[in-house]
């Protein structure tokens, strides 16, 4: 067995495009994805589970229908199943998405021009 330890930083400098998740492990049935994200994203949900949100450098928004979370590089925040959110980077982002299996960038807005292919791992 070769026992390694998983780099953020090395794993995030192996792509540039943003918004492209890219599994980096997995748990039971839960995925480890890192990704780039600048600018704003879609309104979408996840009907049928919580995505956690890790900072790993730079500032994210979360905005929501009536506020949002604003993270910095060392925080987190879990988005409730249902709820709908669209995320917003002014600068380029970097983060450590948790989530099941199979599930797509863009929750339930599954045909939007903008949902990254699944399960690509780096």
Same mark, same amino acid.
């Given at each position: 067995?070769?026992?390694?330890?998983?780099?953020?930083?090395?794993?995030?400098?192996?792509? &540039?495009?943003?918004?492209?998740?890219?599994?980096?492990?997995?748990?039971?049935?839960?995925?480890?994805?890192?990704?780039?994200?600048?600018?704003?994203?879609?309104?979408? &949900?996840?009907?049928? #589970? $919580?995505?956690?949100?890790?900072? =790993?450098? +730079?500032? =994210?928004?979360? $905005?929501?229908? $009536? +506020? &949002?979370?604003?993270? &910095?590089?060392?925080?987190?925040?879990?988005?409730?199943?249902?709820?709908?959110?669209?995320?917003?980077?002014?600068?380029?982002?970097?983060?450590? =998405?948790?989530?099941?299996?199979?599930? =797509?960038?863009? +929750?339930?807005?599954? #045909?939007?021009?903008? #949902?990254?292919?699944? $399960?690509?791992?780096?």
């Amino acid at each position: 067995m070769d026992y390694q330890s998983i780099n953020f930083e090395n794993k995030l400098s192996l792509f &540039s495009e943003q918004w492209t998740p890219k599994v980096i492990a997995e748990m039971n049935d839960y995925q480890f994805k890192v990704v780039k994200i600048e600018g704003d994203f879609i309104w979408h &949900s996840h009907a049928n #589970t $919580d995505e956690t949100f890790i900072v =790993l450098e +730079g500032e =994210l928004r979360i $905005d929501f229908r $009536d +506020g &949002s979370v604003s993270l &910095s590089a060392g925080e987190m925040y879990v988005v409730p199943k249902g709820v709908e959110h669209k995320p917003y980077a002014e600068k380029e982002v970097k983060m450590l =998405l948790i989530e099941p299996r199979g599930v =797509l960038n863009t +929750g339930d807005e599954e #045909t939007s021009e903008i #949902t990254a292919v699944n $399960d690509v791992w780096i």
